[in-house]
């Protein structure tokens, strides 16, 4: 089946009539349902496969009753390095955009209680769970700098927003988008600042080109993950350009540099890491990701990407997998107050994906409600579900391939 069903987790006594294969044998366009909400790597899942190492002697006449102390060395060498070669699966949470209007300032300077008042009802869980979380900054961080007379829309946010948003459970953030420059060029270099102040890993923006271009690894060992940002907006209402935003060799900006991009994947990749890119484009308020999206993310495939992740569009956007990979084309919002969004852009979802030994395995929908105040989870599950495999079918009809296909669960060691 392909991604246009819309189960994405089932039981165990389903999973076992659907049939079972090796996570590592899962690739797009297939992917790996949850069994029971779990997938393999977490607690409580239900299939797994155990090494088990052994040593008989190797003529029927000679027996130990305890092993020598040099072979049972042996045996927890080989254990272990068969371990450390082998990484378990981990989660990758990836979220839409961020801003947090000024009458919430308040909230990010409040701890715990004031992140558990900007995201309710579960929100901060689905970033605290997973093994690591990212999302897109959408606002520079300071109080520094004029309105940038060019721009429609202007966002900004507090000191200290960089430590908030850590404490949230995000663990690096795209700063890559065509909001970076809304208070000039004071209030960029202010953010970069914050940034680094709380030690949050940034991607897509820096103090020059080749910053702004630079990979970032996430993790040790052959589990890691290594992202790259990118961001290729199109010229707004007022005149303002992604051209005036990038990087140069002595300026500050945004990665807008698609060669730079594609060098820092490509190197990424021969690293061994997985490669994930945070790109921010497209066109604004539709479901439907556009020509400029599909093409420039299947060349971020071709180079080396696993997942490519999108933002820009402020609404949900299908999957589609290509050469092994996944392309998520827009998050939507996901934290967004202090502004009147259309309600076509309320309803969002965390994506959770389901990472190992370099690839893309399963998928997960996670809905939430991106409202004036704050955001909450959306309890719509099923719903949110179906319609986010409608999002995915609606991309395999319209360019005539398929997506996903789904197997009912998956075993690792």
């Known amino acids: 089946m392909d991604i246009a069903d819309d189960r994405f987790s089932v039981s165990q006594r389903m999973a076992e009539e659907m049939g079972l294969l090796p996570l590592e044998s899962i690739v797009a366009p297939r992917r790996a349902l949850s069994v029971d909400g779990t997938w393999p790597g977490q607690p409580g899942y239900p ?29 927890e060498a080989a254990a272990g390095a068969s371990a450390s070669g082998d990484p378990r699966p981990l989660v990758l949470a990836v979220a839409g955009d961020i801003q947090v209007g000024e009458a919430q300032w308040p909230l990010l300077a409040q701890g715990e209680a004031g992140l558990a008042s900007l995201l309710q009802g579960g929100v901060l869980d689905l970033l605290r769970k997973p ?25 900004r946010m507090p000191p ?40 949050m890993p940034m991607v897509g923006a820096g103090r020059n080109l080749q910053e702004a271009a630079a990979a970032r690894f996430v993790g040790t060992g052959p589990g890691r993950l290594a992202f790259v940002g990118y961001t290729f907006f199109p010229d707004e209402r007022l005149g303002f ?18 060669a730079a991009a594609m060098a820092a994947v490509c190197s990424a990749a021969a690293t061994g890491a ?66 009147a969004e259309p309600p076509e852009a309320w309803k969002g979802a965390v994506l959770d994906f389901l990472m190992y030994r370099g690839k893309v395995r399963g998928l997960m929908v996670r809905p939430i409600i991106a409202g004036y105040d704050f955001t909450t989870t959306d309890p719509g599950q099923d719903a949110a579900e179906k319609g986010f495999a409608k999002l995915c079918a609606e991309i395999a009809e319209r360019h005539g391939r398929h997506q996903f296909s789904s197997v009912g669960g998956a075993s690792t060691r």
């Open 47 to 75: 299939f797994a496969q155990r090494l088990s190492l052994s040593a008989r002697p190797s003529t029927s006449g000679h027996a130990y009753k305890t092993l020598p102390k040099t072979i049972l060395k042996w045996l």
């Open 274 to 339: 997985t490669v994930v890119v945070l790109a921010h484009g497209g066109s604004e308020y539709v479901r439907t990701p556009s020509t400029a999206a599909r093409l420039l993310y299947g060349r971020f495939v071709d180079a080396g990407a696993a997942l490519v992740a999108g933002s820009h569009p402020h609404l949900l956007q299908g999957c589609e997998a290509r050469s092994g990979s996944i392309i998520a084309y827009s998050l939507g919002n996901f934290l967004f107050t202090g502004e």
């Open 241 to 258: 350009t992604a051209a005036e935003a990038a990087a140069g060799p002595d300026k500050a900006g945004v990665s807008a540099n698609e």
């Open 131 to 155: 093994d690591v979380a990212v999302a897109n900054l959408e606002a520079p961080i300071s109080v520094r700098g004029n309105p940038n007379p060019r721009k429609r829309f202007q966002f």
């Open 160 to 199: 200290g927003s960089s430590t908030a948003l850590a404490k949230a459970g995000l663990d690096l953030l795209l700063f890559g988008n065509n909001h970076g420059f809304d208070f000039g060029d004071e209030a960029f270099a202010d953010t970069l600042d914050d940034l680094d102040g709380a030690a």
